[in-house]
Structure formats: C-alpha cells, structure tokens
C-alpha cells in the first residue's frame, strides 16, 4: 500500500457528527457538508436557493436547511451536469421548483438519461445570465469548459459569494489531472477570471472548506508552479535518450511517448519546489497533474 504524506491541520476540515453534515454560516449563505463534498444553499424573502444537489448530501440536504430556516426549497441551481453533484437532485424535485442551468448542461443531462438528474426547466444560452429572485441577484457566467461543457461561476454579488464548483480543493493541491478538466489552458485562465469577481467566501464543491481570494490566488501560483517545472523537464529530457534508457525498441512509437512524458513527470516533480507548508495533500496527485500540464504544454 502507497504512503501518504500526512493531512496538516489546516487543511482538514471541521469534525463531522453524528448526523453526517455539517451547516456553516457562510455570511449571506449557508454551506453544507459531509466531509468529502460541499455546497451552499441561501435564503431569499419567500424561498431557499440550493447549488447543486450532490448524492452524498441527498437525504441531508433539506434537513440541512431546515436546521437554519423553515423556507421551502424554491429554486436549485446546477453548476454542470456531473452526477457527483446533481445525481441527488430527484430527491428534491417537487411542482414548483425552478431548475437553473446553462442550457449545455441541460443538453448534457438530457443525453444521459438519468432519471436521478431532472431536467433544468430554465435555462440559458450564452455567456452571461443575471436573475432575481425574490429580490437577491445571481450572476451566472459561463466563461469556458475549465471543468466541464456548461460550467457556471455563481455570483452573489450583494452577498459577496461565489461559487466555482469542481475548480479547486481548498487548501489543498488539486484533485487528479486538475479536476479532469476539459482544457488545461482554460482551467489556468478561470483562476484569473475567479480573482476579477468581487467575493469573500468562495464554495468549490469537495472536502469541507469554504475558500477566500487568496485561496485562489494560492492555487493559482501553485498550478503555475506546475507549468515552470513541466516547462523545463520538457526543454531538457530528451525522448530518444528516454526511450533508450528505456529499452523501448525503436519500432515502438507510442512506448517511446509513454516512457518520454513519464521521465518528463518525475524531472518535473523533482523541480517543483515544496509546498507542504502552504497545501495539504501535493503528493497525492501530483505526477498526474504534471502528466496533463505537460501534454498541455507540448500540444496547447
């Protein structure tokens, strides 16, 4: 069995009870979770909006809003179509209820034939979506595929909240090939997109921390920290010397790839600098994340 580094403490979350969820008050909003994913539900003048749905929270979720207020569920918000984080969405659904998405992630759902996944009933197409409900303003954007076709930055601007689901793990080093994102360079450009918006509390979907500006920021140093490293093991581990050393027969071109960007990988973990003060978890992944920065790097 592999060993990990051990968890710092600052990147832990709060203790889970007996319950199996924990509610924070967020300022303006409420997060939920049960450890491994999160989310935030808020309260309007008649009604809770919900992001997301995800099954590890199915049956906590309006136990959890009903622990903070006794509004009904109006209206939920998908942030894209994964079932890791609308797949519970069925337990919720009721007349009434106003579904909210882009109208790819709706398209996406529709293909899937989830019944665990209802239909958005309102959704919009093109880059920006502003709605009111019941006197509080969303901002929907949709600013690239940074994790999925049809991914939404929520914004609350009055309550200075945002919601960037699937983009990071909060004081820890991204999840496996940056969250499986679509596009490597546009995964890179939502971080600077995420710094333009005016927020306190951001929500990003996994583990049970709520995230600042600066966890941003410190994300995206570090991812840039990522790129330098590939950047140089790429301008210095030559492929024919790898596959050499490699014993790969000369007629074998795709072994000759493999073992080229696997010493890319280890020549890259060598140079990156340490992060364990700053990050919990930078072993976990991390040659799979080099392994995506580097093919980005070689063909983006």
Not at 55 to 63: H, I, R
Not at 91 to 107: F, P, Q, S, Y
Not at 108 to 125: C, M, S, Y
Not at 163 to 174: E, G, L, Q, R, Y
């Amino acid at each position: 069995m592999s060993a990990f580094k051990p968890m710092p403490e600052f990147a832990l979350g709060p203790h889970i009870p007996e319950a199996g969820f924990v509610v924070t008050d967020l300022g303006g909003a409420y997060g939920v979770t049960q450890g491994m994913i999160n989310t935030m539900f808020l309260e309007t003048k008649n009604g809770v909006v919900l992001v997301d749905a995800p099954p590890e929270l199915g049956d906590k979720l309006l136990p959890a809003i009903a622990s903070v207020t006794s509004k009904p569920l109006t209206h939920l918000i998908y942030s894209h179509a994964h079932a890791d984080h609308t797949g519970a969405a069925h337990l919720l659904n009721r007349d009434g209820l106003k579904i909210i998405a882009h109208e790819v992630t709706g398209r996406i759902i529709e293909k899937a034939h989830d019944d665990r996944r209802p239909l958005p009933n309102v959704t919009f197409g093109g880059p920006h979506k502003e709605l009111e409900i019941d006197g509080t303003r969303f901002v929907l954007d949709y600013t690239g595929d940074w994790h999925q076709a049809g991914n939404l930055f929520i914004h609350v601007p009055e309550r200075k909240l945002l919601a960037a689901i699937d983009t990071f793990t909060v004081k820890n080093a991204p999840f496996f090939r940056l969250g499986f994102s679509a596009h490597v360079p546009t995964y890179f450009e939502a971080m600077n997109q995420m710094l333009e918006y005016d927020f306190e509390t951001l929500v990003t979907g996994h583990m049970a921390l709520y995230g600042t500006p600066e966890d941003v920021a410190t994300n995206r140093e570090y991812i840039n920290d990522l790129r330098k490293s590939v950047t140089e093991a790429l301008r210095t581990v030559d492929l024919k010397e790898a596959a050499a050393a490699a014993k790969v027969p000369e007629n074998n071109k795709q072994a000759e790839l493999k073992v080229w960007i696997d010493a890319v990988v280890v020549r890259a973990a060598e140079l990156m600098t340490s992060w364990d003060k700053r990050l919990g978890g930078t072993d976990i992944f991390l040659k799979d994340n080099l392994n995506a920065v580097a093919w980005s790097v070689f063909i983006d």
